[in-house]
C-alpha cells in the first residue's frame, strides 16, 4: 500500500478527550478503533460490519487495521508501574 494511501486512511483515525475518554475513533464517530478490531477478530465480515452500522464505510474498517498494524510496529514495550 502507498504512504499517501495509508496517510489517507490514518486520517481517518482521531482522538478527542471528548469522545470515548480519548480513545482512537473513526472519523469523530463514537467507534473506537478496538470495537471495530474486536469485531472482526469475533469473525464478522466487513460487509456484516457495513451492514449492521450504516454510517461506516469500507475505508473505516482498513483504517482501523492499518491503525493496528502500525502500533505493532512498535519496537520496545516497557512495564509501566502496576
Known sequence: ??????????QRITIDPEICHG???????RYPVEFLL?????????????IDYDDLEEADILSALLFAARLSQ?????KLAS
Do not use: F, Q, W
Not at 472482526?40 to 460490519?49: D, K, Q, V
Open 23 to 29: 480513545k482512537p475513533c473513526i472519523r469523530g464517530l
Open 1 to 10: 500500500m502507498s504512504s499517501l494511501m495509508d496517510n489517507s486512511l490514518l
Open 74 to 78: 512498535i519496537k520496545s514495550v516497557y
Open 38 to 50: 474486536e469485531l472482526l477478530s469475533a469473525g464478522m465480515t466487513h460487509e456484516e460490519i457495513l
